[in-house]
């Protein structure tokens, strides 16, 4: 968006304006881009907005002696896109690009270029008229970016040549997602072909041009083809999994396929062991809680819970508490659906539904095989519960994880799920409540301070100095770069075990909606740490 007020001030200080011409700001003033509103009126002309959007964005201006004569490989950027969007290449290293741009404000070309340019960005501003000339004289002959070589573990054979267009995008696809820590890529069926998006730190980004609509088809069955998946079956949802080598190092997919209207729709869930969970420590856990969880895995048996909404990093965090407790003198048992990595020395099970594998059945055979950790993937039901339960009172340590949206609400839950106030005290010892949060990006976060509004709607100091999003190459022009957890432990004391025992369930509901803060206010704390930000704790939390 940009601020009229500051934009106008550009263009008196310029003189851009005779002493006849004048402006009607409140005619501007409901625009997101009163840049454009002011040249479509003929106020302003192009070539004089592209000098004011400089000073604006303090950027500099390349003319077409700053353009290369020849061609660049654009860190390996869809050409097609670059030039559809006006974005053109003008010099490279091997640490950095720089683009020339027509439009800066355009944040979503941006944030795309930023996912295929696995490099530093500058900006320069071009006119539109001067990089449509460069793209004729440089890329007339090239249309579509060279795909990166991938290395496929397959165990299956391959009906299409390595040669093939649906290999290549494929190829390209995946190396994109892999170098800039996408946790999952989106393929969706539209009426006009593919639609690709890739989460990064938790939210979609799109990119900028589709692949073409005779490869559709193509690429599905190609992906289906490395997940050992019936390339006939259309109609009915499939899983399967696949792994690539890049860099050295083996990257599991899960695929998921899904009819609908317009098609089948496919999304890859990368699950690469570097990013995977180190130890708690690494996870961002505060000193108290870490010190206070740490000492609670020691215990030789009882219950420890995670709980959150899907995609809280309730499964990663047990998995830092599991390579704390993997020691040579414990045997760990998991069951998971699905396991997401693969650790030396546990011993994992994939839950399989079909095949009569669920939780409640494999927790009565796994208590056989003589266990001191178990790890349920999730309590689902009042029999796994129960069994759950049990166990973490017969001598093990039982993980597991709970979808409620407060460490407290995981209390509740157990009980609505039929287990008696005596059991739930006896073996559950803590409960984790968590929720990922974007961290605000060092390099453009700015200062800012909380306003009477937001301190009247989130109780905190006005005033006080928090720091806010701004957005820049480094961070797509979201204005955060990567994650951290926010948490609160719950030790079941005293006062919660006679509340679960002796008061009535409504009571109960009623003294954990009392009580339940914890998590919030460990939210504000990383707010006024600079750490994270109001709107994004919003966003997550509804509210805090």
């Not at 960005?121 to 795909?147: H, S, T, V």
């Not at 709970?402 to 995981?410: D, E, F, K, R, V």
């Amino acid at each position: 968006m940009v601020d009229l007020k500051r934009l106008l001030s550009i263009i008196k200080e310029e003189g851009l304006l005779n002493d006849t011409t004048t402006i009607d700001s409140s005619q501007f003033m409901e625009s997101d881009r009163p840049d454009r509103e002011l040249v479509a009126a003929g106020i302003i002309g192009d070539s004089d907005m592209l000098k004011l959007l400089a000073k604006y964005l303090d950027l500099p201006v390349a003319t077409v002696q700053d353009f290369p004569k020849h061609a660049l490989k654009a860190g390996g950027a869809n050409i097609s896109f670059l030039r559809q969007k006006r974005i053109l290449p003008i010099r490279e290293d091997d640490a950095s690009i720089t683009f020339a741009i027509s439009d800066p404000l355009d944040n979503m070309s941006l944030q795309s270029i930023k996912l295929l340019v696995n490099k530093d960005i500058n900006l320069e501003l071009a006119n539109p008229a001067d990089l449509d000339r460069a793209f004729d004289r440089l890329y007339n002959k090239i249309n579509q970016k060279l795909p990166a070589k991938l290395a496929f573990e397959e165990t299956n054979g391959d009906a299409i040549g390595r040669n093939s267009p649906a290999i290549q995008l494929f190829d390209q696809l995946v190396n994109t997602a892999v170098l800039n820590k996408a946790s999952d890529l989106h393929i969706e069926a539209s009426t006009s072909g593919l639609r690709l998006r890739y989460r990064v730190d938790g939210k979609l980004l799109e990119l900028g041009n589709a692949p073409p609509m005779y490869l559709r088809e193509m690429l599905i069955s190609r992906i289906k083809i490395l997940a050992n998946l019936n390339i006939a079956e259309k109609r009915l949802p499939q899983d399967g999994r696949t792994s690539v080598n890049i860099g050295g190092r083996s990257i599991d997919i899960r695929i998921s396929t899904i009819p609908t209207i317009n098609g089948e729709s496919v999304v890859l869930r990368f699950l690469d062991p570097e990013r995977g969970p180190k130890n708690l420590e690494a996870l961002g856990f505060t000193p108290q809680p870490l010190y206070a969880l740490r000492q609670l895995l020691r215990a030789p048996h009882g219950m420890i819970l995670t709980t959150g909404p899907t995609g809280s990093g309730k499964t990663t965090t047990l998995y830092a508490a599991l390579k704390e407790l993997n020691l040579i003198e414990q045997k760990i048992i998991t069951l998971e659906d699905p396991i997401e990595y693969r650790l030396e020395n546990i011993n994992q099970i994939q839950i399989n539904p079909k095949a009569g594998l669920n939780f409640a059945n494999l927790l009565r055979s796994v208590l056989r095989q003589d266990p001191d950790v178990i790890m349920v993937g999730e309590i689902r039901d009042e029999e796994t519960a129960r069994l759950a339960t049990q166990s973490a009172l017969t001598g093990h340590l039982v993980l597991s994880t709970l979808h409620t949206n407060s460490a407290l609400g995981a209390l509740n839950r157990l009980l609505d799920m039929g287990l008696e106030p005596f059991l739930i005290n006896a073996a559950v010892r803590a409960i984790i409540g968590q929720r990922l949060v974007r961290r605000l990006c060092p390099k453009c976060k700015s200062p800012g301070s909380v306003t009477i509004a937001e301190s009247k709607e989130f109780n905190l100091k006005v005033d006080s100095p928090i720091n806010r999003p701004n957005g820049c190459s480094s961070c797509y022009q979201t204005g955060y770069s990567g994650r951290i957890v926010v948490t609160e432990l719950l030790e079941l004391n005293e006062d919660i075990r006679k509340h679960i025992s002796n008061a009535s369930r409504q009571t109960y509901r009623d003294y954990s909606q009392e009580t339940d803060n914890t998590l919030v206010a460990s939210i504000k704390t990383n707010i006024l740490a600079g750490e994270t930000s109001i709107e994004e704790c919003v966003s997550i939390m509804g509210s805090i």
